[in-house]
């Protein structure tokens, strides 16, 4: 939803971003785009409602505590992160009546993994 926040901000607010930022934001919405397509079917009526009442919540919440999209997603993530960690198990066991800790780990997977969260850390 980062992108589309940032978008409205463009065009209401007048916001002027860099170069190095804009190109970040073109290599999110790719990534975003090959998962889509090859891993998910999506309803293009409830994905684009989605996009838009979260893009409107979020530009919501950067008026109303005078923040940027960058900012107001740090402040943020440590909630979010919180209820994804505390939530997240209970709901994906409802949905697929399966638990996470019980995912077949292999090589490739532990691999993965780290190698996301390497990249997310450090770069």
């Known amino acids: 939803m980062i992108p589309v926040s940032c978008l409205l901000e463009v065009v209401l607010d007048k916001v002027r971003y860099s ?3 804009k190109l970040t934001i073109i290599v999110v919405l790719l990534g975003v ?5 090859t891993d998910v079917s999506v309803n293009t ?9 979260c893009s409107l919540e979020h530009l919501s919440a950067a008026r109303t505590y005078s923040l940027g999209s960058f900012n107001l997603l740090g402040h943020t993530a440590p909630a979010q992160a ?3 960690l505390l939530c997240g198990p209970v709901v994906d066991y409802l949905l697929t009546s399966k638990r996470v800790d ?3 780990y292999t090589w490739t997977s532990v691999t993965s993994l780290f190698t996301q969260y390497a990249a997310l850390i450090f770069l």
């Open 45 to 53: 009526k409830g994905f684009l409602a989605a996009i838009y009442y």
């Open 102 to 104: 019980t995912f077949p």
């Open 82 to 84: 919180a209820s994804l």
């Open 19 to 21: 170069r190095d930022t």
């Open 33 to 37: 785009a090959v998962c889509t397509v």
